[in-house]
């Protein structure tokens, strides 16, 4: 059976949606910049992301759909780590309108990228074992 033909109504727009987007915008042409900023500004690299901050503000079933389609068609995925994941997230709900255009814009295209690190002392990664002690 069809993955489509198990779709309800609104899986089967979303599918043809994006598939519809995928195929006019793809292309082996485009460098890497040029994709992941046309495709985080169509709103469908995040699409969990609200409209108005490079989404389109879809249940995350239905991200699942349109991620299933970004694989089929075989074009490049959006740009990932932990400022798509965390970063851009929480930034979107707390942060000020300069904020959020300063940072998920660049976040949703590509143009930056965060990480996480840790300086405890003997602790690294593992905020388990950090240690304090307090001198008088």
Known sequence: MDVQEQDGPDEARVRAEVRTWLEANWSLDLTLREWWDRFGRSGWAF??????????GISGRLAVVVRE???RAGVIGPPGGLGQGLGAPTVIAHGTAEQKELYVTALA????AWCQLFSEPGAGSDLASAQTRAVR
Do not use: L, N, Q, R
């Open 109 to 112: 295209t590509g143009a930056a």
């Open 69 to 71: 389609e970004v694989a």
């Open 47 to 56: 699409p969990t992301w609200p409209e108005d901050w490079f989404g389109k």
